[in-house]
């Protein structure tokens, strides 16, 4: 999950068993995973009763995106069966960062479609973005 408040930027999150968000900042050159220790990362919901997650907080400046995904898009495999993974797709968001968020997601979604070919999606695939335009 994650929320995000409008009026400061603080994101507050935890990550269970999905990949960690990437975390887009304004004019940085590359994106960074927005997870800063593995505190907020667990095991998937209801895997093990007893696991409790850690929320995490960061605050986002303005202008800052968040990219966050299932492991269905980086499993995608092509015709040779390399996965798309997780490098390609943290190098493809931050060689196509501009523009939309909307734009961002379409372009990652096509990229990954064309590099599974014929193969498709074998996973559920969900791509999420939030930015933070300003501060209200």
Not at 46 to 68: H, K, Q
Not at 69 to 93: P, Q, V, W
Not at 101 to 115: N, T, W, Y
């Amino acid at each position: 999950y994650m929320t995000l408040e409008a009026s400061t930027g603080e994101a507050a999150f935890a990550c269970a068993g999905h990949p960690k968000p990437l975390l887009l900042r304004p004019g940085a050159p590359e994106s960074e995973c927005l997870l800063q220790d593995a505190s907020g990362h667990g095991p998937a919901l209801a895997l093990y009763p007893e696991t409790t997650y850690a929320s995490c907080t960061r605050t986002l400046d303005p202008g800052s995106r968040v990219v966050m995904c299932t492991d269905g898009l980086f499993e995608a495999c092509d015709a040779a069966g390399e996965s798309y993974g997780e490098a390609r797709l943290k190098d493809y968001i931050d060689r196509h960062r501009t523009g939309t968020s909307s734009e961002l997601l379409e372009r990652i979604m096509s990229e990954a479609s064309l590099f599974a070919c014929e193969n498709g999606f074998t996973d559920d695939v969900c791509i999420a973005s939030v930015e933070l335009a300003r501060l209200l």
